[in-house]
C-alpha cells in the first residue's frame, strides 16, 4: 500500500455536517467520533476534491486535453457506478486531528472514570453558531428563522491518508496536487463565509508535492509533451 497524506488546516470555522442536529440545542450537528473529535469524512473529501479536479480539467484550453485528463481523473476517483474493472484507484480515508492527540485524550478520559466526556472534547473543539433570516423590506428578522450550527474552530488541522495499491502515474499526482492547492472551501454554509482551508499533500518520505512545481506545471500537459 503507498500512502499519501493530505494535511488540511481550517483558515475560518467550518461545519463538517452530518445532515442532523441535536434536540434543543442545535439544528445542525458536526460529525464526530465516540471521543467527541470533529472529523470529515474521507468519502466527503474524495467528492470534493474531485470536485476541484473537475473544475480544473474543464478550464483546460481544448477538448483533447479535458479529454485526456478526465480518463486520468477516472482512474484516480472512479466512475458513477463503477464496476470492477473502472473502479476508483484511490482510496480517501477520513481527515481526523492528530492521532497522538486522539489516543492520548481517548487515555485520560479512561484514568478519569468518566470525569472527563466526549461532550466535554466537543465543546473544547467547537462552539455553536446562530444566524437568522432578515426581511428586505423591514429589517426586522424573520419570524421561525433562526438556526444553530455547531461550528469546528479555526486553526485546528486535520490529516487523511490517500492510499494506492500501486503506485500512481506522474499524471495522477499531478492531478491530486493542483486539485489539493484548488481545495479552499469545505463543510456546511461553504458557500457562505465558513469552511475556509488550506490544503498540503505530502509523499511517504513527507516530501511536500504541493510545493514541487514541476508536478504543478505537469497539469494541462498531454502525454508526449503537448501543451
Known sequence: MIVY??????????TFGRGDGVAGLVDREVEHDAYGFPYLRGRTLKGLLREECD?????????????????????VFGIPGSTRD??????????CLP?????????QMQ???KKLTSVD????????????AIDPKTGT?????????RVVLRNLGFTAA????IQPSNDALSLLTVGSLALKRVGSGRNRGRGYVQCHLFDSTSRELTADLTLVDHFGVAEGGAA
Open 5 to 14: 497524506t493530505l494535511r488540511m488546516r481550517l483558515l475560518s470555522d467550518t
Open 162 to 165: 490517500l492510499s494506492f495499491e
Open 99 to 107: 492521532e497522538d492527540l486522539r489516543q492520548a485524550v481517548a487515555y
Open 111 to 113: 484514568l478519569q472514570n
Open 141 to 149: 428578522p424573520d419570524e421561525g428563522s433562526l438556526r444553530s450550527s
Open 121 to 132: 472534547i466537543l465543546n473544547s473543539l467547537t462552539t455553536i453558531r446562530r444566524q437568522t
Open 86 to 95: 473502472t473502479i476508483s484507484t484511490m482510496h480517501v480515508g477520513d481527515a
Open 55 to 75: 473544475n480544473l480539467i474543464t478550464a483546460l484550453p481544448t477538448p483533447s486535453l479535458q479529454e485526456y485528463w478526465e480518463n486520468v481523473a477516472f482512474n
